[in-house]
């Protein structure tokens, strides 16, 4: 079907997207300004995310690509993922961290369960005691602060890990950094009975280092099916002399169980070389 002549853009928008029962189907254009407004999508449920990473702590390696998040330094590539069968804690650096400290109280923790559904927790910190959140994990989308004492930002850095004592690079699945309010990893897990469409990408640098970021997911170019490699899906070149950019990805679907991140392949390794990554989407129900 081609939309008829004299047809006004929004018109032929709506025509070109519900033609392909693949794509996005809606009545609405802009999509996101209904999402972020009401969460909905004609009807259905949805959620608009900004993703946000960073990494600051240093880089492994200046021949492989690494994750952008906050917690990983010049030890570890790439982020780590929780299995549902492991027992996970929550921790802090700082002993104010706590039901009665000066800083982060309570922390509320967005994550996938064992089916695949995204779920909503909230747990009360114990400062440098760790406390058990549980099992049945097997995505940490983001985690943040819920109530604070005198404090405005957590005292410590607080980990969500593996291990019932101090937390590790090798054992930490999110962090929350001192001085802050919000977990900063450039990763979203897409849930069960979802599908994801991307806005836009982002990455900045300060230098010293040139940045070859990129964008990328576990589904296959041709036909947006999931599968187990991260391919590139959008890519961001960033000067030695410090450099921002954003590219609009246009509706990009993700289907469900999918995972999109940010990965960067800087020209130097070590400490040093912040980079800033993140970007925007918004789930809708499926049916």
């Given amino acids: 079907m081609f939309p008829q002549s004299g047809a006004s853009s929004n018109q032929i928008l709506q025509s070109c997207w519900s033609d392909d029962q693949d794509r996005l189907n809606t009545t609405n254009f802009p999509p996101e300004m209904d999402v972020n407004f009401h969460n909905e999508l004609d009807g259905k449920t949805a959620f608009y995310y900004s993703i946000l990473g960073t990494r600051s702590r240093g880089w492994n390696t200046n021949t492989t690509y690494q994750d952008v998040c906050n917690y990983l330094d010049n030890t570890q590539d790439l982020m780590n993922t929780p299995t549902s069968g492991q027992t996970l804690y929550l921790v802090s650096t700082s002993a104010n961290d706590a039901a009665a400290g000066t800083g982060a109280r309570t922390i509320r923790t967005v994550y996938l369960d064992a089916h695949g559904d995204q779920q909503v927790r909230t747990d009360t910190m114990n400062g440098t005691t760790a406390v058990s959140i549980g099992t049945g994990y097997t995505a940490i989308q983001w985690c943040e602060v819920a109530t604070l004492g005198t404090n405005p930002v957590a005292v410590g850095d607080i980990s969500i890990t593996s291990t019932n004592g101090a937390a590790t690079v090798a054992t930490t699945f999110e962090q929350i950094a001192l001085n802050s309010n919000r977990s900063v990893s450039a990763r979203y897990a897409i849930p069960k009975g979802y599908s994801a ?29 999931l599968c187990t490699p991260y391919h590139f899906q959008s890519r961001i070149f960033l000067q030695a002399s410090g450099s921002a950019q954003t590219k609009q990805t246009n509706y990009m679907k993700f289907p469900e169980f999918s995972t999109i991140k940010v990965s960067s392949l800087p020209s130097a390794s070590g400490a040093g070389n912040k980079l800033d990554a993140g970007f925007k989407l918004f789930i809708a129900k499926n049916s």
């Fill in 197 to 225: 469409y991307a806005l836009s990408f982002s990455a900045s640098s300060d230098g010293p280092a040139i940045q070859n970021v990129t964008m990328r997911a576990t589904v296959f170019t041709d036909n947006r099916a």
